[in-house]
């Protein structure tokens, strides 16, 4: 379906206004006009799904109050007192006022955000080796652990930046980030002892396939900050196993399934983000790993499953990997996350995706984040890493200091959307900025279009579905409305 990018729900003919005459003591009518920022689709109930990418909010508007809606949302705007459900849309941002100058708001909330100097994000990389060889890997496993000098280079720039951050996130990564844990072992106690001295708020994840994950290790890094994961599971046994075995071809499902069982005893908080990399091979196993998963984990809610489609990254393999298409893919996605929550299985909420940046936008255009290579290489992208000239954009040093490639560094974290024409008239760009993946800018300058953007229209419909099921199912953390609780707005 062809995505909604405009801002009217009805395409009523233009109409000139009457003048506005002020009589003492009632206050003067306002003129209100659609967010530009809006997207819509009417859904099978007749239901008028909203969305505004500016403000992040969805809402569904029942059939019988569309009509209402519509004198709002028409191109030509409205003048007049608001009701209730005018000042509704007012609150979330779906109206404006005549005089407000959105693109104006919006390229001052992107300057505000992309060029913070009060955030640093580290993406560290522990070990660039791996101990397994998944069919869909694009990386060359060039170098074993973090140097010693590396991490003291860390050590150092972090010294050296903590008194002026307000944020500081760090993601350890590989190749596998577990077989450098010596590495992790030494900086992280010590990046959330800095960040509680200075009263930074500290966050820290790792995205690990989850093997070398044993309890004793799992306890100590949850113990050190490091409480969001990402492991993955493709499947069920068998299907997993061929698609991420050992380097000697071992099975590691068994193994990876019973280290998360045991992080179930941590009384700390965390949050493990169980992903499935689907594939038309191993989609129709979905629910053989959805049950075991389930027996597994039971109903903690820490462990919520995540789907992404398997993509030709640049490996080896790419050429012989049966991939979906971005539609199917669209599709697949949405029915897995409604079966998985049928079995009583959390999920992510597919609404972050809707959410104003950095909703879409990658790690790699924000000018405060960087990798750190397990030699000390200053990079951007995750997939590519090394392997391309422009994703090195510098050094580490030992004594903390930084040598940067500004031409390099400024082809990623540029705004792309200022000089795409399309993306700076999109209603999408607060989400995206032009920049989902820089990646296909610097290849072969293609934009990087969010498939959920692509069809928007159907995304809304699916996300109301997908909303009702977990609340059906109660594992839900609803947004900003449900249906019933809109329709007493409406009413």
């Known amino acids: 379906?062809?995505?909604?990018?405009?801002?009217?729900?009805?395409?009523?003919?233009?109409?000139?206004?009457?003048?506005?005459?002020?009589?003492?003591?009632?206050?003067?009518?306002k003129r209100f006009k659609p967010s530009r920022f809006n997207a819509h689709t009417i859904d099978d109930d007749g239901a008028l799904l909203l969305y505004n990418s500016y403000t992040g909010h969805n809402c569904a508007i029942p059939a019988q109050n569309v009509a209402r809606a519509e004198v709002?949302?028409?191109?030509?705007?409205?003048?007049?007192?608001?009701?209730?459900?005018?000042?509704?849309?007012?609150?979330?941002?779906?109206?404006?006022?005549?005089?407000?100058?959105?693109?104006?708001?919006?390229?001052?909330?992107?300057?505000?955000?992309?060029?913070?100097?009060?955030?640093?994000?580290?993406?560290?990389?522990?070990?660039?080796?791996?101990?397994?060889?998944?069919?869909?890997?694009?990386?060359?496993?060039?170098?074993?652990?973090?140097?010693?000098?590396?991490?003291?280079?860390?050590?150092?720039?972090?010294?050296?930046?903590?008194?002026?951050?307000?944020?500081?996130?760090?993601?350890?990564?590989?190749?596998?980030?577990?077989?450098?844990?010596?590495?992790?072992?030494?900086?992280?106690?010590?990046?959330?002892?800095?960040?509680?001295?200075?009263?930074?708020?500290?966050?820290?994840?790792?995205?690990?396939?989850g093997y070398l994950l044993y309890p004793e290790r799992s306890r100590k890094l949850v113990a050190w900050g490091v409480n969001r994961y990402q492991i993955t599971l493709d499947g069920g046994a068998i299907e997993h196993d061929a698609h991420r075995p050992l380097s000697n071809g071992g099975g590691t499902f068994d193994q990876i399934l019973a280290n998360l069982a045991a992080m179930k005893q941590i009384e700390q908080p965390f949050e493990v983000a169980v992903r499935f990399n689907f594939d038309p091979v191993n989609l129709p196993h979905a629910e053989t790993l959805f049950r075991n998963v389930r027996a597994a984990l039971g109903d903690d809610s820490r462990f919520a499953m995540r789907f992404r489609p398997v993509g030709q990254w640049g490996g080896p393999n790419d050429q012989s990997l049966e991939v979906c298409g971005v539609k199917e893919a669209s599709r697949e996605l949405i029915q897995l996350t409604v079966k998985a929550q049928s079995i009583g299985l959390a999920t992510d909420d597919l609404g972050d995706a809707l959410l104003p940046a950095p909703g879409s936008v990658c790690y790699a255009a924000r000018p405060y984040n960087l990798i750190v290579g397990a030699d000390g290489k200053l990079m951007k992208c995750t997939v590519v890493l090394d392997t391309m000239a422009d994703n090195v954009v510098g050094r580490?040093?030992?004594?903390?200091?930084?040598?940067?490639d500004q031409d390099r560094f400024a082809k990623w974290v540029k705004p792309y959307y200022r000089e795409d024409a399309m993306c700076n008239k999109c209603f999408y760009v607060p989400v995206c900025q032009g920049a989902q993946c820089p990646l296909p800018r610097l290849e072969t300058g293609d934009r990087p279009c969010p498939p959920q953007k692509l069809e928007i229209q159907q995304t809304l419909k699916d996300f109301r579905r997908a909303r009702i099921n977990k609340a059906a199912a109660r594992t839900v953390r609803l947004s900003e409305s449900a249906p019933t609780a809109l329709a007493s707005v409406g009413g």
């Open 1 to 29: 379906m062809e995505a909604s990018c405009s801002s009217d729900v009805t395409s009523k003919s233009k109409s000139k206004s009457p003048a506005v005459v002020q009589i003492d003591g009632v206050p003067v009518p």
């Open 72 to 209: 709002y949302l028409t191109a030509e705007g409205f003048t007049g007192h608001a009701d209730k459900l005018g000042q509704y849309l007012l609150s979330k941002g779906y109206i404006v006022e005549e005089a407000v100058d959105e693109d104006a708001r919006w390229n001052v909330r992107y300057g505000l955000e992309q060029y913070r100097q009060n955030q640093m994000e580290l993406i560290l990389l522990s070990s660039e080796d791996c101990n397994f060889r998944c069919i869909y890997c694009s990386q060359e496993f060039k170098r074993g652990s973090m140097l010693p000098e590396v991490r003291a280079g860390v050590r150092n720039h972090v010294l050296a930046r903590i008194r002026r951050l307000q944020t500081f996130s760090v993601e350890w990564f590989g190749g596998e980030p577990m077989l450098g844990y010596d590495a992790i072992e030494e900086l992280a106690p010590f990046f959330q002892e800095q960040a509680a001295r200075h009263e930074v708020v500290y966050s820290s994840g790792m995205t690990t396939n």
């Open 396 to 404: 580490l040093h030992q004594d903390g200091t930084v040598t940067v």
